[in-house]
């Protein structure tokens, strides 16, 4: 009972000295295990560069939704104007006097 535990223990020493590679022979085949080393941090570098490619695209296309938005309102506001000026010039043609107001509006109140 007492060699099972010994065993268990020693197999995670083993591990943890790397006993485990040299008596299984891995030692032998480093060329093998350093290949399979640089293999896998290719594999998460290339992971992780597509993330960051992912995460610029994900802003860019928030950002242009937002410049979408921001060209339509000024296209709206650019419509706005474009109509204020032809209703002042068909007004200036029916001989109104048409001009700018110089001050805010201000509400009247009507008694009855």
Do not use: H
Request: aromatic share 8%; net charge positive; with cysteine.
């Amino acid at each position: 009972m007492e060699e099972e535990k010994r065993k268990k223990f020693s197999v995670s020493r083993d591990i943890l000295s790397g006993q485990l590679l040299i008596k299984s022979g891995l030692v032998t085949r480093w060329k093998f295990i350093l290949y399979c080393f640089i293999l896998i941090i290719l594999f998460i570098s290339y992971n992780m560069s597509v993330e960051r490619l992912q995460m610029k695209l994900l802003k860019n296309q928030e950002e242009l939704v937002l410049l979408k938005d921001e060209c339509s309102g000024k296209y709206a506001k650019l419509q706005n104007i474009s109509k204020r000026s032809q209703i002042t010039e068909r007004l200036k043609e029916l001989g109104s006097k048409v001009e700018n107001p110089t001050s805010p509006a201000v509400i009247v109140e009507i008694e009855k």
